[in-house]
């Protein structure tokens, strides 16, 4: 990804904007130009999510890719939002106490760094209410 377009995104990865269709009700996170459903007929807006949301599913992470290593072992989980979009997210918590419909709330973490002194990335990871 260009640096330019990596700023840009930061709105919707920081604070989980999405969009939302007037005219079909429905929430997209990531953001959308167009509704799949509605396509010209649609009206997007931008909506910023809650957060707040329950575990689809998830897996606990024992063997991290590169430059996670230290993280292991740690949750990975499909949350769905009370809006309706589901997104994929860290969950901190101990790996023996996440259940599937556990209501979690968002918090803004470290998610990683490129090389030693590199750039931080930071987003959303997700934690028990």
């Known amino acids: 990804m260009s640096v330019p377009r990596f700023w840009r995104k930061q709105i919707a990865r920081y604070n989980l904007v999405g969009t939302h269709c007037k005219k079909c009700d429905e929430y997209f996170y990531p953001p959308r130009n167009m509704c799949p459903a509605c396509r010209r007929e649609g009206e997007i807006e931008d909506y910023k999510f809650s957060g707040n949301?329950?575990?689809?599913t998830f897996t606990v992470i024992h063997t991290a890719a590169e430059g996670f290593e230290n993280q292991?072992?740690?949750v990975l989980g499909i949350?769905?939002?009370?809006?309706?979009?589901?997104?994929?997210?860290?969950?901190?918590?101990?790996?023996?106490?996440?259940?599937?419909?556990?209501?979690?709330?968002?918090?803004?973490?470290?998610?990683?760094?490129a090389g030693e002194r590199g750039m931080i990335y930071y987003g959303t990871k997700f934690v028990p209410e």
């Open 53 to 56: 949301g329950e575990v689809v």
């Open 72 to 74: 292991t072992p740690y």
């Open 79 to 113: 949350i769905k939002l009370d809006e309706g979009p589901s997104l994929t997210s860290q969950i901190i918590c101990e790996p023996e106490t996440v259940k599937i419909g556990m209501k979690v709330k968002p918090v803004f973490r470290k998610l990683g760094q």
